[in-house]
């Protein structure tokens, strides 16, 4: 971005919530069934009906307060926000306004090699609306209300983001955290977690904040920064050339990467909000947030500390193997199943098991390789079964096959020569067959050591113990 410009960024983000049933109807809130199926009589507005509140997802909600470390409000009141729109059934979408469920809170980001703090204004829970369906409707569209009524948590932060990096980092913290916390299954495709970008620009140093837009309904990280960094230079090239910039909300083309006008932004007073007569105010007592809280995983965060104390580990691996709760328990169970040192552990899972991982796009949850699987593969390399070198390659086989280290080693015939005859009796054949070798290595030139080392692993076809290698060979060549 120009030097002499500032960005200003807040972040809408809906979270589906993890609920069986939608937030003021029974109906499932399974995601992909026919359009319209899942529809009942109080999704579609029918005359008569009565929302009843979902208390599953008022424990999402706390769930997430206590998180954010956030005051969740003792009462709450729902509120009707007017607009109208097809795939809106009642004319109204069921929301909070005044009194949200969760109030104030903040998430803790990592930009650059520092960590800033981002200020949550508010979550309040609310009902989606449906979907209008424009493909394969020669010049009509459809609409499906299957999802008119699932749950969401709206989380809104304060405008404390300073460029799209910030705003990616905040998004990724934030999905990773309601997934931790098991509110919301966190899926970007269908529409589980999205965000909105508020963004606006103002000459450096100025204090007031310059007219925003809001970018809507952006499904992934990528189109996220995308968005937001095409909307910072129309904002500044508009601006530059003695236009200005007027509040609307935009919409973000991924195909030609750029943002483009959908409808005037909105104020609240435009949606008329009033108290829904038909929902009492919610009222949560100190009794139900001590039970929720009870019931609350360790926090990313107090792990990673934890990582760091218990185990000895660096603060990046730390770090990583927090990155979610399914890689953090397969990295607690690893050392159990190990019984030894717990960096060799990290050390695996970050290095061989993440990168199969991402190249399969599993979750730590689905490995081929359980936690037992290898802390029995570590145990072998522990007590020289094996080398580090023969551990990827039973690794990789068990990746592929399943079964034990021992199994693969045994039928492999991978079990590392540890008897010092033989080790010396391949030094000395690779002694002999190398001799410029060993006269670059007396003449001072250390790579050749190395080259001498390759060649006894090579002829011992990588089964010899390279520390007994090193040891020989250097007995040897200062003989």
């Known amino acids: 971005m120009r030097a002499d410009w500032e960005v200003v960024i807040g972040l809408e983000t809906h979270a589906q919530l993890a609920t069986k049933s939608k937030i003021f109807s029974g109906s499932s809130t399974r995601f992909g069934a026919l359009p319209n199926v899942q529809a009942s009589a109080i999704d579609l507005a029918l005359p008569g009906v009565l929302p009843v509140l979902n208390a599953g997802a008022v424990e999402c909600a706390i769930k997430f307060g206590l998180a954010v470390g956030a005051k969740v409000a003792e009462r709450s009141i729902f509120a009707r926000k007017n607009y109208f729109y097809p795939d809106l059934p009642k004319g109204y979408q069921i929301s909070q306004y005044e009194i949200p469920v969760v109030q104030g809170g903040s998430v803790t980001i990592h930009v650059d090699g520092v960590d800033k703090t981002v200020q949550l204004t508010r979550a309040h829970l609310e009902e989606d609306a449906g979907k209008s369906l424009h493909e394969d409707y020669h010049g009509m569209s459809g609409i499906d209300l299957n999802r008119a009524g699932t749950p969401l948590l709206e989380i809104v932060t304060e405008p404390d983001m300073r460029s799209s990096a910030e705003a990616v980092a905040y998004a990724k913290a934030l999905h990773s955290l309601v997934v931790w916390l098991g509110i919301c299954d966190g899926n970007m495709q269908e529409g589980s977690f999205r965000c909105d ?51 609307e909300t935009r919409l973000y083309d991924p195909d030609r990467n750029e943002t483009r006008s959908m409808r005037s932004k909105e104020d609240a007073m435009d949606y008329r909000y009033f108290p829904d007569p038909d929902l009492l105010p919610l009222e949560i007592t100190a009794d139900a947030v001590a039970r929720v809280r009870a019931g609350m995983p360790e926090l990313p965060q107090a792990m990673r500390a934890r990582f760091e104390a218990q185990y000895g580990l660096p603060a990046y691996d730390a770090a990583t193997l927090t990155a979610s709760r ?8 690893a050392v159990a199943a190990f019984g030894g040192d717990a960096k060799l552990v990290s050390n695996w899972v970050m290095g061989d098991l993440l990168g199969r991982l ?73 002694l002999a067959a190398n001799p410029k070798s060993v006269e670059e ?28 290698v090193n040891e020989i060979l250097k007995r040897k060549l200062a003989g």
């Open 326 to 333: 399914g890689l953090a328990g397969y990295f607690e169970a």
């Open 197 to 247: 970008a508020n963004v606006s620009v103002r000459p450096k140093g100025r204090k007031e904040f310059g007219t925003r837009c809001e970018i809507k309904n952006l499904n992934s990280f990528r189109f996220l920064e995308q968005a937001i960094e095409h909307e910072i230079t129309r904002q500044i090239d508009l601006i530059e050339d003695g236009g200005r910039v007027v509040q």
């Open 441 to 468: 290595f007396r003449a001072g030139k250390d790579k050749a050591f190395n080259a001498l080392v390759g060649q006894a692993m090579k002829a011992s076809r990588g089964k010899a113990n390279p520390t007994q």
């Open 358 to 430: 991402h190249e399969a796009d599993l979750g730590a949850d689905a490995a081929p390789v359980t936690p037992a699987m290898l802390g029995g593969l570590l145990k072998r390399i522990a007590d020289g079964t094996i080398s580090g070198k023969i551990a990827k390659e039973v690794f990789a086989t068990l990746w592929v096959e399943g079964g034990s280290a021992d199994t693969v080693i045994e039928a492999k015939g991978l079990r590392q020569i540890s008897d010092s005859g033989a080790i010396e009796k391949i030094v000395d054949e690779v």
